[in-house]
């Protein structure tokens, strides 16, 4: 065999395997797509097949251990992107994706924002300590400098329970001196 001929079917053997790894990218791109799972033990990254027309590459299902409704508008618009995107019948749209996350869109859906001032005798409690109680759910935070507590989606605000955490407010010494 020749010096030529060798050089020839080289590169004809380079083309080819070219060819066949331009062809395995446009399928991963096309039919795979890549997700990062949260989960008790930290965040993982896992595959999945895609639906048609679904573009990117990259999706995130951020729920891991939590419950949907815990979620963040954020976190959620992630796990909503991902649902859109991965096919029925693979393993990880069964399990975020399930009845229990149409029942949390519908129930988003009929949420309204609120978030609220809290005030005492006129006075704005700005950077303040508070305890907000909804629906089952106990939320501590601190107002910002408006005086304005985290925005929480609920179908009447008047369902909202909030107070100052005076303990938090004043530091320890109120315990000391309840005693």
């Given at each position: 065999?020749?010096?030529?001929n060798?050089?020839?079917?080289?590169v004809?053997?380079?083309c080819?395997i070219n060819i066949i790894?331009?062809g395995?990218?446009?399928f991963?791109?096309?039919?795979i797509?890549?997700?990062r799972?949260?989960?008790?033990?930290?965040?993982?990254?896992?595959f999945?097949?895609k639906k048609?027309?679904?573009?990117r590459?990259f999706?995130?299902?951020?729920?891991?251990e939590r419950?949907l409704d815990?979620l963040?508008?954020?976190?959620f618009?992630?796990?909503?992107?991902?649902?859109?995107?991965?096919?029925?019948?693979?393993r990880?749209?069964?399990t975020?994706c399930d009845?229990?996350?149409?029942?949390?869109?519908?129930r988003?859906a009929s949420l309204?924002?609120?978030?609220?001032?809290?005030?005492y005798?006129?006075?704005?409690y700005r950077?303040?300590?508070?305890?907000m109680?909804?629906d089952?759910?106990?939320?501590?935070?601190i107002?910002?400098?408006k005086?304005?507590?985290?925005?929480?989606y609920?179908?009447d605000k008047?369902?909202?329970?909030?107070?100052?955490?005076?303990d938090a407010?004043?530091?320890?010494?109120?315990?000391?001196y309840?005693?």
């Amino acid at each position: 065999m020749s010096k030529k001929n060798f050089y020839k079917h080289l590169v004809t053997l380079l083309c080819i395997i070219n060819i066949i790894l331009i062809g395995i990218i446009f399928f991963f791109h096309n039919e795979i797509g890549l997700v990062r799972v949260t989960t008790e033990f930290g965040t993982g990254y896992d595959f999945f097949y895609k639906k048609k027309d679904m573009h990117r590459i990259f999706y995130i299902e951020p729920v891991g251990e939590r419950d949907l409704d815990q979620l963040s508008d954020e976190a959620f618009n992630e796990l909503s992107e991902f649902c859109a995107a991965a096919k029925e019948d693979g393993r990880l749209y069964k399990t975020s994706c399930d009845s229990y996350f149409t029942k949390e869109v519908k129930r988003r859906a009929s949420l309204r924002p609120h978030s609220f001032i809290l005030t005492y005798n006129g006075e704005i409690y700005r950077n303040s300590p508070y305890i907000m109680q909804y629906d089952k759910k106990t939320i501590e935070g601190i107002t910002n400098d408006k005086g304005e507590t985290e925005t929480v989606y609920v179908s009447d605000k008047n369902d909202v329970h909030i107070e100052i955490d005076w303990d938090a407010y004043f530091g320890k010494e109120v315990d000391e001196y309840s005693k």
